[in-house]
């Protein structure tokens, strides 16, 4: 509680306060919201801002997709998170086995998403069974999901779950080409008349980041739509100026949500049209020019923080930011996210080298401070354990936990105490200290305070340096007294043993078969490498990863010095690295002799 600010607890204490009434007064609620929108004028859905939105939404599901989607929903079957569930055609919306954990699965059977592909398919095929499906499953959520039913708050009518529905009932009816004398049109401008003024009333305040800027989005298609929300803009505005960091990355650094939130503000300045401003533009110019950065020659989003794969395509996301789309010159990394990516040839890695996110906010936040991955041409090799699910338990924590990430892990604590499904408390602060290039490599050295609360002050810092055909991560543990130091590294199930060396710097590999969740609510095995000593400080470890090297051995020597330490290579040619705490400095050269494996 101590990092929220002021207004966050004030919200938060107003919400609970609220809600608590909501139960009291029950369905007088949802009644005053339906009397309140009839006074709002009539919807436009053909607004061709909508017809815009509408073609980029159809352009992210393939025809077949779209249509398998639709049949499923006739008959009562949807696949939402990687899930399949029956609930027949007569749809029970509140079922209680979809009252577990975050209810995340319900919550999104309760945003609608799937009725976009009942009316693409409704259009496509001159079908009317589908657009009488969609009427029927709005009749029968209406009547049962009203505002202020007894839990509804959190899942049916929570703020993100009524943006939602606002967004995807507006682009369907934009699809359908309702007219204002279909009954249709009229029982969906009394929904969305209602679900705007609600949503004014209870933007997430107290949340922020990208809940709230997906509130704003909401506002403004509502406001298209049915005039209902003037400030819609001007809100959008203030969340893009607070959530949009130096280098173009969101606030809250994991690449989906990045990605989720370029993908919104795509849609608004669609929904816009010439009207757009330029801030917005400007936004998603940048935006995309991060995520263009940031992604690998597979174009895989990296799996830092809750981030997983197969919900955004990144490539249509960016080809969908159009003429927005711009790549910019390179933001100092000290000054942006701490999201880098080091490249040289056909080897890409990732880097974790800043904040985990905003200290109000880290509900999607991971222990992955100064963890990395490696990409080599369109595979992966090196990779993060992913995100399989977000209830609270086992997994969640072994999921945000240091050891899941490719790390150093001390006296077995956590860089970040992660807990629950979407609660930090204690947390570590990465930093840059410096970066550049140097002969065929580029390099940067960050360092992470996470443990600096145990005996001795232990500080972590990693030098990340990539060549065309190899990669350093050597490690500096500083600090006083003797601690238990834990290294892992995980190999994707793809890596090609044959052609790579991977060696540990100092201390025997140890191995363990662990999972990999690259989408949600999938997993896959894979090997975790790990190296564990107990040692005083300072201590220098970490990993050197080799490729092409024509059958030649993998052999490093690392060698502490007066002011840091010296790692010497063999491989096709000699190389090393001398690593100088004291003066900040890194210098990158031929080795001075042969030497052996330690």
Not at 123 to 133: G, I, L, P, Q, W
């Amino acid at each position: 509680m101590s990092h929220l600010t002021p207004s966050q607890l004030w919200h938060r204490a107003r919400y609970t306060a609220r809600r608590a009434l909501w139960t009291q007064i029950g369905s007088r609620l949802d009644d005053r919201y339906r009397s309140r929108a009839a006074s709002l004028g009539g919807a436009r859905f053909d607004h061709p801002g909508l017809a815009r939105v509408a073609a980029l939404r159809c352009a992210r599901t393939r025809a077949d997709a779209s249509l398998a989607i639709a049949r499923d929903a006739l008959a009562g079957r949807f696949c939402l998170l990687n899930e399949t569930r029956e609930l027949g055609v007569d749809v029970d919306w509140q079922r209680a086995d979809l009252d577990v954990g975050t209810r995340l699965w319900k919550t999104q059977l309760h945003e609608f998403a799937w009725a976009i592909e009942l009316a693409r398919a409704a259009r496509d095929r001159a079908d009317a069974t589908f657009r009488e499906r969609f009427e029927a499953l709005l009749a029968s959520w209406a009547a049962s999901a009203r505002i202020g039913a007894p839990g509804s708050a959190r899942d049916v009518w929570n703020a993100r779950a009524v943006a939602n529905r606002i967004i995807h009932w507006s682009i369907a009816a934009s699809i359908l080409r309702l007219e204002p004398s279909d009954p249709l049109h009229a029982r969906l401008r009394e929904q969305l008349g209602a679900h705007a003024l609600f949503l004014r009333d209870n933007l997430e305040l107290d949340l922020r980041g990208n809940h709230l800027l997906r509130d704003c989005v909401g506002l403004l298609f509502a406001d298209a739509v049915l005039g209902a929300a003037p400030e819609a803009l001007e809100r959008l505005r203030a969340q893009v100026g607070a959530q949009l960091l130096a280098d173009g990355c969101h606030v809250e650094r994991a690449p989906l949500y990045h990605a989720w939130v370029l993908q919104d503000l795509v849609e608004c300045r669609e929904l816009l049209g010439d009207a757009a401003p330029g801030w917005l533009r400007e936004a998603v110019s940048r935006m995309a020019a991060f995520l263009d950065g940031l992604l690998p020659p597979s174009r895989a989003l990296p799996l830092f923080g809750d981030s997983w794969r197969g919900d955004i395509d990144p490539d249509l996301l960016l080809e969908q930011a159009g003429a927005a789309r711009a790549r910019a010159s390179r933001c100092d990394p000290a000054q942006g996210s701490g999201l880098v990516a080091l490249c040289r040839g056909e080897a890409h890695a990732v880097f974790r080298a800043g904040p985990h996110g905003p200290d109000q906010q880290l509900g999607h936040a991971h222990a992955d401070g100064l963890s990395f991955e490696l990409y080599c041409g369109s595979a992966q090799w090196i990779t993060d354990s992913g995100t399989r699910t977000y209830d609270a338990g086992a997994l969640r924590d072994r999921l945000r936990s240091t050891a899941a990430h490719n790390t150093v892990q001390l006296d077995g604590e956590e860089q970040l105490e992660a807990w629950g499904s979407f609660r930090v408390g204690r947390r570590g602060r990465g930093r840059v200290v410096a970066w550049g290039a140097a002969d065929a490599w580029e390099w940067i050295w960050a360092v992470h305070d996470g443990y600096r609360w145990l005996a001795g002050r232990p500080l972590h810092e990693r030098l990340l340096a990539v060549s065309p055909n190899a990669l350093i991560a050597l490690d500096a543990v500083t600090g006083g007294g003797r601690h238990a130091i834990r290294s892992a590294l995980h190999l994707h199930p793809d890596l090609p043993r044959e052609r790579v060396a991977i060696a540990a710097l100092r201390g025997e590999i140890q191995q363990i078969e662990v999972a990999l969740h690259e989408r949600f609510n999938e997993s896959r095995p894979m090997a975790e490498w790990f190296v564990e000593c107990e040692a005083a400080l300072p201590w220098f470890g970490g990993w050197g990863i080799a490729w092409e090297l024509g059958g030649a051995p993998l052999a490093f020597e690392l060698r502490e010095t007066a002011t840091g330490c010296r790692l010497e290579w063999e491989g096709p040619a000699a190389r090393s690295v001398s690593w100088n705490l004291k003066a900040r400095s890194v210098e990158f050269g031929a080795a001075r002799a042969a030497h052996s494996a330690t």
